[in-house]
């Protein structure tokens, strides 16, 4: 199991929802260039194929974006709760990589407390 610092972990999250982010954008360019260039207004089985092939990029770009979001979301919640209440020090653990929530250990005194969980159980 791999362990990261806490701030190269939090990096690295924002590293990768941005990039479902760009994939999103991406989606949402192809969606606007085949209703510009292609188009809806064309009969029978091209129109068919088109109307589909939107739909598909459409329920990507909404799955992009969810996953934008879902990564985004944790890796906020979890920076505003990676400072030690023990001794004030900000990051000062290493995160197993994949694990929810988090269960932080501060290197400078030793002091526990688990981070990323939702609002409404903590
Ligand atoms: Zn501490």
Redesign the pocket.
């Known amino acids: 199991m791999q362990h990261l610092k806490f701030t190269r972990w939090h990096e690295r999250q924002l590293f990768m929802s941005f990039a479902w982010l760009v994939s999103c954008l991406m989606c949402g360019f192809l969606f606007v260039t085949i209703i510009e260039f292609v188009g809806v207004n064309f009969s029978g089985i091209f129109s068919i194929l088109s109307i589909f092939a939107l739909y598909l990029i459409g329920i990507a770009i909404i799955e992009l974006f969810r996953r934008f979001w879902m990564r985004f979301s944790f890796a906020q919640t979890c920076a505003t709760q990676a400072t030690?209440?023990?001794?004030?020090?900000y990051g000062?653990f290493e995160v197993r990589v994949g694990a929810r929530p988090i269960y932080a250990r501060?290197?400078?005194?030793?002091?526990h407390w688990i981070i990323g969980q939702s609002k409404k159980r903590g």
């Not at 030690?84 to 020090?89: K, M």
């Not at 501060?106 to 002091?111: E, G, L, P």
Request: charged share 15%; proline share 0%.
């Open positions: 030690c209440r023990s001794c004030g020090s000062a501060c290197q400078n005194c030793d002091h």
